[in-house]
C-alpha cells in the first residue's frame, strides 16, 4: 500500500480511537443504567423505574463509583470498536465504487452498515465482558477480566463471546448505517446556519464544530436508535445465559439460554409483552444522543489534529 494510503487509513483509525475513549468515560454511566434496566434490574418492587429511581438506587447500594461499572473492558470496547468503524467506513467512503454509487444511493448509509458489522464481529467479546462487570452487584464474582474470560471458556467455549452475536450484527448494520447517514445530511443541513462568517479564530472554530458536528451528530443518534431498539434489548437478553448477575432486585425468570434470534423475541414477547423490548429506553436515549454527538465530536477534532502531522510525515 502506498504511504499516502497508509496514512490516510490510519488517521480516521487513530482518530476513531480517540473518539470511542472520550465517548466512553462521558457516557458510562448511561450505558451501565441502560444494561441494567434491559436485563431486569430494578430498585424496589417498581417493576418500570423512573430514571432518576434507577440512579439514586444504584448509588445508595454500591456507591456513586457504581455508574462506571466496567469501565477497563467498555474502553478497549469503544476504543477498538471505533478504531476499525471509523477506518473502515473512510476506507469505504474514499472508494471510486462508492463514489459513482453515490449518484444512485445514499453510500454513507451502506458504508456504515459495513464498518459497524466489521467492527461488531472484530471487538463483540468486549461487549460481552463489559456486559459482566455492569452486572456485578456488590457481590464480584470476577474481580478481573482474566478471570471471566477463563469462567466462560470454561463453561461454554469461545462461543461464549460470540452468544447474541446475530441479534448485534442484525441491529447494529442498520443503525449505523441510518447514524452516518442522517449525521451527513444534518451536518450538510447545518454547516450554513453556523458559518464563520470568514472569521478564523479559535473561538469560532470550536463553536462551529461543537454545533455542526455535535447537533448533527446528537440528532443521527437518537432517530437511528428509536428506531432499531429492540434488536438491542434482545442482544442483551442473549448474553445474560452466560453472565453472572448479583444484582439484589431483579425480575423475570432470571436469564435463559435462547437457541436463536427468533427463540429470544417469540420467548420475550409472550412472558412480558411488547414493552420489555423497549426497557431502558430512556437512559438509552440519552445516552444515543450523548454518545453520537461526543463521538462524532471528538472523532472530527482528533482527525484535523493528526491529518497535518500525518501529511508532515510523508
Known sequence: MPAQQADSVWTPALAGAFSGFVTRLVTGPLDTLKIRNQLHWQHGNDPNPSLLTLVRGLVAEEGVLALWKGTVPGLCLWMSYSFVQFGVFDALQSSAALRRLDEHFPAALLSGAVAASTATLVTYPFDIIRTQFVVQGQVTPYTSMRAFVRSA??????????????????????????????????????????????????????WQLLSTEGLAGAAAGGLAKLTFYPLDTMKRRMQASILESTLRHSVGDGPLAYASLLDCFVGVWRREGLRSFYKGM??????????????FVSFESAKRLLEPVAFAQR
Open 282 to 295: 430512556v437512559p438509552t436515549l440519552l445516552k444515543a444522543v450523548a454518545s453520537s454527538a461526543v463521538g
Open 153 to 206: 471458556v470454561d463453561r461454554r467455549g469461545v462461543s461464549a463471546f460470540y452468544t447474541g452475536l446475530s441479534a448485534a450484527v442484525l441491529g447494529v448494520a442498520p443503525y449505523m448505517g441510518l447514524n452516518f447517514f442522517l449525521y451527513a445530511r444534518a451536518k450538510a443541513l447545518l454547516a450554513p446556519l453556523v458559518a464563520r462568517d470568514g472569521r478564523d479564530d479559535r473561538a469560532a472554530s470550536v
